[in-house]
């Protein structure tokens, strides 16, 4: 799978780790930015650049990472196609897939650090949208949601 990563400054070092463990998982790694130190850089360009690269189909899914992860998830959330959560527990991150199909996992990275971030990486990585009936029929609600505006 490929996998998109971008993180603004505060995401930037865990960004790093998490673009070793991905390659490890053995899935190609996406880097978009930051590739370097930048007090004054916005998430929002980040979670765009994660945004574009999910709708263009140039990653199959996401890694997102900000100081709280919020402000990513929220600005990600804004673009068509992209299904994005801040997720800080195995749970969220596996279910939000399986039940979900979310693609842009958005993780905070004042709030988790290197081992907490590898299992929930792992956790939304290795999930796979069900397409239960029940599951199938929420997700064509929320697209009815993010179709009409």
């Known amino acids: ?38 007090k004054d850089d916005d998430y ?13 189909g140039q990653a199959e899914r996401g890694v997102l990472l900000c100081g709280s992860g919020v402000g990513a998830s929220i600005a990600a959330t804004k673009m068509k196609g992209v299904r994005a959560a801040v997720c800080h527990d195995a749970y969220s991150a596996a279910q939000g897939v399986e039940h979900d199909d979310l693609n842009v996992l958005c993780l905070g990275s004042r709030i988790i650090g290197g081992a907490v971030a590898d299992v929930l990486v792992r956790a939304f990585l290795g999930a796979t949208f069900s397409k239960e009936e029940r599951h199938q029929r929420r997700l064509d609600k929320v697209m009815g949601i993010e179709a009409a505006g």
């Open 1 to 38: 799978m490929k996998v998109a990563l971008a993180a603004d400054h505060a995401g930037l070092p865990l960004k790093t780790e998490i673009a070793e463990l991905v390659k490890s998982l053995g899935h190609e790694v996406l880097d978009l930015g930051a590739h370097q130190y930048d």
């Open 44 to 56: 929002p360009d980040f979670a765009r650049y994660i945004g574009q690269a999910i709708q263009h």
